[in-house]
């Protein structure tokens, strides 16, 4: 079983649409979690991170964490084409060994004028 | 803010040779991480770079193929020695900035191994 995993996509959203991004992780360890964009050809870009259950929002985008579940999602709202792009949830995990970003596989998502 | 700069950008190399990708950070940060990111999938962690001592490699990454060096709170590289095209990656270096959450990338190198 992967670490944190995603759906790959590609994710279809027409724009002014809500784009809803999924990710699930097995290590309840896990403190924090991040989302990151990534555009074709350039590094990942931080947009949200949560790190307490419930809901958090920035702008167009919000965040839900449920660690009983071990789910974390992306909430986009008002889906805009430059929002396509691939998009990367990540779980840090403080250890012993030494404190971890684990990336899931990322979600590519297409927003259609 | 904090800028992580990266170079090569990219690069075009012969097989068995070796590559040493460099990342500055213009503040100081106490562990410098190193992903590789292969067509088409996710980042994958290498290792950790803490300034001295050893750096931590994750399972399926040796020193002897990709040894680390840092020498101070702002500056790491990475070698990736004799390099096959199953090199043939992006690699990214990573930090843990005081003022943002997360990490923050630098811009990538682009290897390609011929």
């Known amino acids: 079983q992967k670490e944190v995993e995603q759906n790959s996509g590609p994710l279809s959203v027409p724009e002014g649409a809500i784009a809803s991004l999924n990710c699930t992780y097995s290590?309840?360890?896990?403190?924090?979690f991040f989302w990151y964009r990534q555009y074709s050809g350039k590094s990942p870009e931080l947009i949200m991170f949560?790190?307490?259950?419930g809901d958090k929002e920035d702008g167009r985008f919000t965040a839900q964490l449920n660690k009983a579940s071990q789910y974390v999602s992306l909430l986009i709202r008002d889906s805009q084409p430059s929002d396509s792009a691939t998009y990367l949830c990540a779980s840090w995990v403080i250890k012993a060994a030494g404190n971890k970003l684990t990336f899931g596989g990322g979600t590519r998502v297409l927003v259609k004028p | 803010s904090a800028v992580i700069s990266q170079k090569p950008s990219r690069d075009i190399c012969q097989r068995g040779t070796s590559l040493t990708i460099q990342c500055q950070v213009d503040s100081q940060v106490t562990m410098m991480f190193w992903y590789r990111q292969q067509p088409g999938q996710s980042l994958t962690l290498i290792a950790t770079?803490?300034?001295?001592?050893?750096?931590?490699?994750e399972s399926g990454f040796v020193i002897d193929k990709f040894p680390i060096s840092r020498p101070n709170l702002t500056f790491s590289t990475l070698t990736v020695s004799n390099m096959s095209p199953e090199d043939s990656s992006i690699y990214l270096c990573?930090?843990?900035?005081?003022?943002?959450?997360?990490?923050?990338f630098g811009s990538g190198t682009r290897l390609t191994v011929v």
């Open positions: 990573s930090v843990r900035l005081q003022t943002l959450p997360g990490y923050t």
């Open positions: 290590d309840r360890g896990s403190q924090s």
């Open positions: 949560i790190y307490s259950n």
């Open positions: 770079a803490n300034q001295g001592s050893e750096a931590t490699y």
